[in-house]
């Protein structure tokens, strides 16, 4: 079983759209968690950490329920610069393992 | 700040030659280093990770190697490369202990292909 899986998608939504990812992990020592985004042939960027209580960034919102194991983010008003392959991360504090999901893609249409 | 250095951008390299990537990071002091591959396509592998001087973990088995020489030098190697070892390699560093949330931050990667 995979550490951490998400809908690889593609997600085409059209401007303004809101659209949701989730993602589970399988792990239940998972200590930290995190969104990052990434486009195309370039490094992930952290996007958000996700907090125990939920957390939100302007247009973009992160959940995190432990007890079902998973993690999603919400963003609004979609825009076509959110075009991108987001990326599920979470981290188990011993050994500093870093797991990632293989991203889903999002395409926002004019 | 911190900011984190690859080097090459971009490589060709022939089958069997010999490979050598280097990262090094800026800012900060006994960070946690990090090498991935990302092979077209698929999701970030991650291959190699330090926690301080000389001290290497392996995830995977592969004709590659990583080493430590400085704090803040991560190198990755192989002897002889293999077709399959063809794809996007990032460098990435996290603050030892974690720090608040322990984020992992990326260098701008190395583009390999191997012919």
């Known amino acids: 079983r995979k550490e951490v899986e998400q809908d690889p998608g593609p997600f085409n939504v059209p401007e303004g759209a809101t659209v949701a990812f989730n993602c589970t992990y399988s792990n239940s020592a998972s200590q930290s968690f995190f969104w990052y985004r990434q486009d195309c042939r370039k490094e992930p960027k952290l996007l958000m950490s996700v907090y125990s209580s939920g957390n939100e960034d302007g247009r973009f919102t992160a959940q995190l329920n432990r007890a079902s194991q998973y993690i999603s983010l919400l963003i609004r008003d979609s825009k076509l610069s959110d075009s991108a392959t987001y990326l599920c991360v979470v981290n188990v504090r011993t050994g500093n393992q870093f797991y990632f999901g293989t991203g889903t893609s999002l395409t926002v249409i004019p | 700040s911190q900011t984190i250095h690859q080097w090459p951008a971009t490589l060709v390299q022939p089958v069997g030659s010999p490979l050598s990537l280097e990262c090094t990071v800026e800012?900060?002091?006994?960070?946690?280093l990090y090498w991935y591959r990302q092979a077209a396509g698929r999701g970030l592998q991650l291959l190699f990770y330090?926690?301080?001087?000389?001290?290497i973990s392996s995830e995977v088995p592969q004709n590659l190697s990583a080493s430590r020489p400085q704090d803040r030098q991560f190198i990755l190697s192989s002897k002889k490369l293999l077709l399959s070892d063809s794809g996007f390699y990032l460098c990435a560093w996290s603050p030892l202990g974690g720090g608040k949330y322990n984020e992992q931050f990326f260098g701008p990667g190395t583009r390999l292909t191997v012919l």
């Open positions: 800012g900060t002091s006994n960070p946690n």
């Open positions: 330090s926690v301080g001087i000389g001290q």
